[in-house]
Nanobody, 125 residues
Framework: VQLQASGGGSVQAGGSLRLSCAAS????????MAWFRRTPGKEQEVVAV????????YYADSVKGRFTISRDNAKVTVYLQMTSLKPEDTAVYYC???????????????????WGQGTLVTVSS
């Protein structure tokens, strides 16, 4: 499975961006999909997670109410709609996919099997 992320860029605080991540290859094995972000000097942070059907989601407290994760299973693509962006949202964002259910992954009992390349999001004040 290969994951291709896109949609990063530069935006002013309060603005919006939409990230996309398209999967290809043996995508039938994918269950959970997620977005992470990484900032120099900080640990990698899980931003949002979505289950296979799209009906179950998980968000980091720092993005609740501002970010929305969604997926299109026909296109095997996961999206991250980011609104009300803040300078502290500046990071490299990575998409990931797991063969495990959302419940298993969020409980820390299942790893992410596939990772995309990062896409840089820069939010200026």
């Amino acid at each position: 499975v290969q994951l291709q992320a896109s949609g990063g860029g530069s935006v002013q605080a309060g603005g919006s961006l939409r990230l996309s991540c398209a999967a290809s290859g043996r995508t039938f094995s994918i269950d959970t999909m997620a977005w992470f972000r990484r900032t120099p000097g900080k640990e990698q942070e899980v931003v949002a997670v979505i289950g296979r059907s799209g009906g179950s989601t998980y968000y980091a407290d720092s993005v609740k109410g501002r970010f929305t994760i969604s997926r299109d299973n026909a296109k095997v693509t996961v999206y991250l709609q980011m609104t009300s962006l803040k300078p502290e949202d500046t990071a490299v964002y990575y998409c990931a996919a797991s063969r495990h259910s959302l419940r298993t992954v969020v409980a820390g009992k299942g790893a992410y099997d596939y990772w995309g390349q990062g896409t840089l999001v820069t939010v200026s004040s």
